[in-house]
């Protein structure tokens, strides 16, 4: 099987990186300094187990790779528009196309039923590039539970004891070549599960990064010290309500909000989307923040204390330079 991971960062890297142990073709796309240095020195992932050394085919060029039964993009959110005729040249009659993020997916109500189904989202997709050129059909959703960061050019330290993609298409429907995931990655140490109900999992996650995200962003503090006082403890419950409302005002089941809290008030990681601003990176503002607001307002779900946080932390965003509102 033909595998492309596109975008060597830190989630990308990550999955390359236990994908290359397999008997999969692999090959990753790179660029600037990651690309250099896995060229140079392989791509070296970092788990709590092991050290993972190995040399992918990698290139800036996608075109130079062929089709590819199976793409894996990893990049965030604000980028995707702009690769849409790099995913585009790795593309055969059935190759699918998956695609790891946080937040709510450009093909989110693709195969959704009801009167949403359809509905295409400006602030993800603003030139329909990728509904209309790569395709909603092609879409499998992936929710990535790995902390990982990039420590150095091509090196990858994944952090969590247990790392999991949970991954599935838009209808629900089985595939065989997503069927051969978990056979392919789970002895790698990599686990994955396929659902039929992927946007459960997105609102799963969604909800608990709304909360963390924003906090994150405002703090940029991990939530284990954010979470520990009582103010902020109850805020976030606000806040963790306000979201498993909209999920199944919506249809979807997002799980054990309180769960997910007890969780969150433990982690010890800095939420990407706060590493991206310290960097200096683009935010994945609309995809985790604005567009599940968006939400809200069409299934009419009163949100007032996301409403603020979310508000306050879009306008760091804003004040680093790295937000611009492209729809108004």
Same mark, same amino acid.
């Not at 791509?43 to 075109?63: F, G, K, N």
């Not at 980028?79 to 995913?87: Q, S, T």
């Not at 800095?270 to 299934?299: C, H, N, T, Y």
């Given at each position: 099987?033909?595998?492309?991971?596109?975008?060597?960062?830190?989630?990308? %890297?990550?999955?390359?990186?236990?994908?290359?142990?397999?008997?999969?073709?692999?090959?990753?796309?790179?660029? %600037?300094?990651?690309?250099?240095?896995?060229?140079?020195?392989?791509?070296?992932?970092?788990?709590?187990?092991?050290? !993972?050394?190995?040399?992918?085919?990698?290139?800036?060029?996608?075109?130079?790779?062929?089709?590819?039964?199976?793409?894996?993009?990893?990049?965030?959110?604000?980028?995707?528009?702009?690769?849409?005729?790099?995913?585009? @040249?790795?593309?055969?009659?059935? =190759? &699918?196309?998956?695609?790891?993020?946080?937040?709510?997916?450009?093909?989110?109500?693709?195969?959704?039923?009801?009167? &949403?189904?359809?509905?295409?989202?400006?602030?993800?997709?603003?030139?329909? @590039? !990728?509904?209309?050129?790569?395709?909603?059909?092609?879409?499998?959703?992936? #929710?990535?539970?790995?902390?990982?960061?990039?420590?150095?050019?091509? #090196?990858?330290?994944?952090?969590?004891?247990?790392?999991?993609?949970?991954?599935?298409?838009?209808?629900?429907?089985?595939?065989?070549?997503?069927?051969? !995931?978990?056979?392919?990655?789970?002895?790698?140490?990599?686990?994955?599960?396929?659902?039929?109900?992927?946007?459960?999992?997105?609102?799963?996650?969604?909800?608990?990064?709304?909360?963390? %995200?924003?906090?994150?962003?405002?703090?940029?503090?991990?939530?284990?010290?954010?979470?520990?006082?009582?103010?902020?403890?109850?805020?976030?419950?606000?806040?963790?309500?306000?979201?498993?409302?909209?999920?199944?005002?919506?249809?979807?089941?997002?799980?054990?909000?309180?769960?997910?809290?007890?969780?969150?008030?433990?982690?010890?990681?800095?939420?990407?989307?706060?590493?991206?601003?310290?960097?200096?990176?683009?935010?994945?503002?609309?995809?985790?923040?604005?567009?599940?607001?968006?939400?809200?307002?069409?299934?009419? #779900?009163?949100?007032?204390?996301?409403?603020?946080?979310?508000?306050?932390?879009?306008?760091?965003?804003?004040?680093?330079? !790295?937000? &611009?509102? =492209?729809?108004?």
């Amino acid at each position: 099987m033909k595998i492309c991971v596109y975008g060597a960062g830190a989630v990308g %890297g990550h999955i390359a990186g236990r994908l290359a142990t397999t008997e999969a073709d692999v090959s990753l796309i790179a660029r %600037g300094e990651q690309l250099a240095a896995i060229r140079q020195n392989g791509l070296r992932v970092e788990t709590r187990e092991e050290t !993972l050394i190995s040399h992918p085919v990698a290139t800036d060029q996608p075109a130079d790779l062929g089709p590819q039964d199976i793409v894996i993009v990893t990049v965030k959110a604000p980028a995707l528009p702009n690769i849409v005729e790099g995913i585009k @040249s790795l593309l055969h009659e059935d =190759t &699918l196309v998956l695609f790891v993020g946080n937040g709510i997916p450009w093909w989110y109500f693709h195969a959704h039923g009801g009167d &949403l189904d359809g509905t295409q989202l400006r602030r993800l997709d603003p030139d329909h @590039s !990728l509904w209309d050129r790569i395709g909603p059909e092609r879409a499998v959703g992936v #929710v990535a539970y790995t902390a990982c960061t990039v420590t150095a050019p091509g #090196v990858i330290r994944a952090e969590n004891p247990v790392n999991r993609l949970i991954i599935g298409r838009p209808d629900g429907k089985a595939d065989p070549k997503l069927d051969a !995931l978990p056979s392919l990655l789970n002895p790698t140490g990599l686990e994955v599960s396929i659902t039929p109900r992927i946007r459960d999992v997105i609102w799963t996650k969604l909800s608990m990064n709304l909360i963390g %995200g924003s906090l994150a962003v405002l703090t940029a503090s991990p939530m284990k010290d954010v979470l520990n006082k009582p103010a902020m403890a109850g805020t976030a419950k606000a806040m963790a309500d306000e979201g498993s409302a909209i999920a199944r005002a919506l249809g979807c089941d997002p799980g054990n909000s309180d769960e997910g809290l007890v969780k969150l008030a433990k982690s010890s990681h800095l939420q990407s989307i706060a590493q991206d601003l310290l960097a200096g990176r683009p935010m994945e503002i609309d995809a985790l923040f604005r567009v599940p607001l968006d939400l809200a307002e069409l299934a009419q #779900v009163p949100t007032p204390n996301l409403d603020l946080i979310i508000e306050l932390a879009i306008q760091r965003a804003r004040a680093a330079g !790295l937000y &611009l509102d =492209t729809v108004k």
